[in-house]
């Protein structure tokens, strides 16, 4: 039986130089906790090292899918998920190849945070994680589906990181599984994007740097049998009944 589910595949964590140190493992699963949120994508940029402790802070409550959000060469932004945290470190390993040995900067740019589920400090990542990748868009996006994961643009109504804005429109036959609009879209944007795209899907994810921004009005609720990956790759593809139930009504 289907049964509605609250999904945000997009949350930052302390390891993101740009997400806020308070988001670390125990805050991330409570506040996903209290915004009845059911499963949450953890999607730091270019890396996937705190996948582990938000997964094990949780317990199964919510379910934590291992994401990375990823910078190409172009510049833009792709949410890649994944069904393990296995496959998540295989990519990685792929994307580190092209990635710069660029120092992070602590004073311009912000931490750059490992932890484990208590947040204890395991390590800094020196380098720095928010640079483009030497891999272009369309290159990520077949990586991601070849290894069973789900290529996703992420905020594509964003004037900056985003396909539009580096590109120009998304082809109507563009190989990515999802668009995904961001928070700060209100329900007559996100119907005008529906109709300049008719017949992709679209998903709305918080793209939370900070807990406040946790919360259902910023996910998409989809209607699956199980909070699980296969269950969510089945929506967005449109599969065996399960849908995205639009999160602006």
């Not at 039986?1 to 991330?28: N, Q, R, Y």
């Not at 296995?86 to 004073?107: F, G, Q, R």
């Not at 750059?112 to 030497?134: A, K, W, Y």
Request: net charge negative; proline share 6%; hydrophobic share 40%.
């Amino acid at each position: 039986m289907l049964k509605p589910f609250w999904v945000d595949l997009h949350i930052h964590t302390a390891l993101s130089p740009c997400g806020s140190l308070e988001m670390g493992a125990p805050e991330i699963v409570s506040a996903a906790r209290k915004a009845g949120i059911d499963v949450i994508g953890i999607a730091d940029h270019n890396t996937c090292d705190n996948f582990p402790a938000i997964s094990e802070a949780a317990h199964g409550d919510p379910v934590v899918m291992p994401c990375i959000e990823t910078q190409s060469a172009e510049d833009i932004h792709t949410l890649c998920v994944f069904p393990d945290f296995e496959t998540a470190v295989n990519y990685k390993s792929w994307l580190w190849k092209k990635m710069l040995p660029i120092k992070n900067d602590i004073d311009y740019f912000g931490d750059q945070v490992v932890l484990d589920h208590c947040n204890n400090i395991l390590r800094q990542e020196d380098t720095l994680l928010i640079q483009g990748s030497g891999y272009e868009v369309d290159q990520i996006i077949s990586k991601v589906q070849e290894l069973g994961g789900l290529a996703i643009l992420a905020h594509v109504d964003r004037a900056s990181f985003s396909y539009p804005v580096a590109l120009g429109p998304m082809p109507v036959d563009y190989p990515a599984d999802a668009f995904e609009l961001s928070r700060r879209i209100n329900s007559e944007q996100a119907a005008k994007w529906r109709e300049d795209y008719p017949g992709r899907i679209f998903i709305r994810s918080s793209d939370s740097h900070t807990l406040d921004t946790i919360s259902r009005a910023n996910c998409t609720k989809m209607m699956l049998e199980a909070p699980a990956f296969d269950e969510i790759k089945k929506a967005i593809k449109g599969e065996d009944g399960r849908r995205i139930s639009w999160p602006w009504g």
